[in-house]
DNA sequence: TTCTATTGTTCGGTAATTGTGAACTAAAGA
DNA sequence: TCTTTAGTTCACAATTACCGAACAATAGAA
């Protein structure tokens, strides 16, 4: 809960749901379009990393990351779905 | 969100959603078992009523709150129930 | 009314957490 | 090997949360 409960970890969730292939750091906060040094975008994906939302993969230089829909499905079923909604509702998009 | 991430803010409300008529902030600390002068208790009071998920009446000395269900399930639908859900699997009851 | 007990809020200082730049590590290609 | 790109780690600054003390509000007793 503590780490769906950032507002910039929370929009980088919504990112990933919405990239199949995953996303590195890089790719994330231009998406975002907030200006963020990459140590604390860092931080924010080793938080998501080590709660057990994302899972992320090395590839070459690159870290990929996606989040983990089904183990987070199985667990806590609805959970994640329910917060982007409620996220959503309050962000537009 | 981040009312409910802390973990005593979501006892609180699952508290309250247990006791029909509402509680005071001693009931509360009480049924909880936890040890909390009451200044922070007022202060998670505090921060749940202006994020909109309880609300507060004052009955003589005391302040009754209850958790706002109908507004939270029109506007969020759902959240509320996967959210209490996710933390009970997580800490037993 | 005045005194007392009970409940909760506000305020200020301290403790804990978070954000960030600098230095560092890892991989890939020139 | 040197360079470039991606990300991590560390140490310190900034922010936030916790908690005790003083305060406010209500109700009942004296």
Redesign the interface.
Request: net charge positive; charged share 25%.
């Given at each position: 809960?503590?780490a769906?409960?950032?507002?910039v970890r929370?929009s980088i969730v919504a990112e990933l749901r919405k990239a199949e292939e995953g996303l590195n750091c890089v790719e994330t906060t231009s998406r975002l379009k907030c200006t963020m040094p990459k140590s604390t975008c860092s931080q924010h994906y080793r938080i998501l990393r080590e709660s057990g939302i994302i899972h992320s993969e090395r590839r070459g230089v690159e870290l990929t990351s996606k989040v983990r829909r089904k183990e987070l499905d199985s667990?806590?079923?609805?959970?994640l779905?329910?917060?982007l909604?409620?996220?959503r509702?309050e962000h537009g998009e």
């Open positions: 809960m503590h769906l409960s950032d507002p929370i667990r806590f079923p609805g959970l779905d329910a917060i909604k409620a996220w509702r």
